[in-house]
Every structure is written in C-alpha cells, then in structure tokens.
C-alpha cells in the first residue's frame, strides 16, 4: 500500500502533486504518475523516483488546478511504466488512483474481457476503472454514484481517488481499509493518504473513516 495525492485549488496544481509524492517517498515505492485536468484530462507516469517524473515533466510541464498523484508498490503486475498509476478509462474520460488490493479483481476482469473492455496492465486497479466505466455504462449513473456503485462490488481494501476530463471542477475519493485525508485550505482541497503531503498548505483536516467517499467541488 504505497501514497495518494490530490489538489484542487485556483493555481496550478502539479507542484503540489510532485512534491506530495516526495514527501510520500519515505514510504517506498516502484513507480509514479498524476493526472492533471487542464480542458482535458492528462497522464504522466513511469516506472522510477519521483525526480525523475519530476525531470521528464519539465521539458513541458502541464498545468491544471484539479489533480491526483499515486506511488506504486506493487502487488499485482509488474513494476513498470504500464502498471504505474493513474490508470485511465477505455474512452480516457477519467483517471484513477488506488492504494490497496482488490481481491476479486481476477472474476472482474474476467466477466469485462468477455464484455470485451481491453486490459492494458497486470493491476488489480484497472479492474475497478473498467468496472466503473462498466457500471456507468449499463446504469447511465454519474461517475460518482457509478463509483459508489461499482466499490460495492469489490473485495478487498482502497483508497481511490479520481479526476475526470468531462468535470474540471471535481474530485472524488473512497476508502476502505486503505486511509485517506481530506485537507480544507481557503478555496481549496487537498487530499493525501497521510498527512505529509497537505500539511504544508492546511492544518484543517478531516480523516475518513472506512467506507466513506467524498466527492469534493471546486
Ligand atoms: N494493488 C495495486 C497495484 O498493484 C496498488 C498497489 C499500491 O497500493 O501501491 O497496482
């Protein structure tokens, strides 16, 4: 179970990612990546420290005021740049972080290959983003009643967070065995799956309890 990362505010939010995920370092970690929303929806994320994210972000740093950030440990798949999260939907609508293990992630995958979504990592995680994009699908919910939705579904343990192309203003996040910090600034959000990476910015935090989801609007 490795660190999550979020931020809306009304400047851009990529420092603030990077370097919660610094400050999310000392836990360990395999892999790095965010997702920032900026018009569209965009991920970087790559096997290796978060300098070196860092460094390949700088020839053209993306900008956005709503974002999510994860380091990996992994437990299912590789430690590689496919399996690093966030992992995108099929239609690139929306991103997903996840600390945890999803434990019937082999029957979900399963039922959605023959769906026919196609997989594009090992991860338990990319399981639960098709199965959101699935539930979506079939029930015509918002993405969030999809994700409150969908996480019944699932065995095992998270903390998620997500961002979506489609709504720049909003950020969603859950938990379930996995912890999860909301931190409230001055018209802005910062969450963190501890407290090192938001303690800088606010000292008003609001802890999860399991089985809590928020869904954060600018
Ligand atoms: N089970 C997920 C994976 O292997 C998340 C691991 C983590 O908590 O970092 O990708």
Redesign the pocket.
Known sequence: ???IVGAVSTSNIVPVLVQGLQRLEYRG?DSAGIAVVDGTLSVFKQQGKVGELAQSLSGGPPAGTLGIG????????HPNDE?A?PHLSADGSFALV?????ENYGAIRERLIRKGYEFRSQ???EALVHLIDDVRDVTGLTLAESIRLALTQVVGTYGIAVVSGDNPDRLIAARKG?PLILGVGDGEYFLGSDAAPIIEYTRQVVYLNDGEMIVVDR
């Open positions: 179970m490795c660190g970690y994860h380091t990996r440990w992994a437990t299912h798949g399996n999260h996840h600390n945890g293990i999803i991860t338990d995680t996995s």
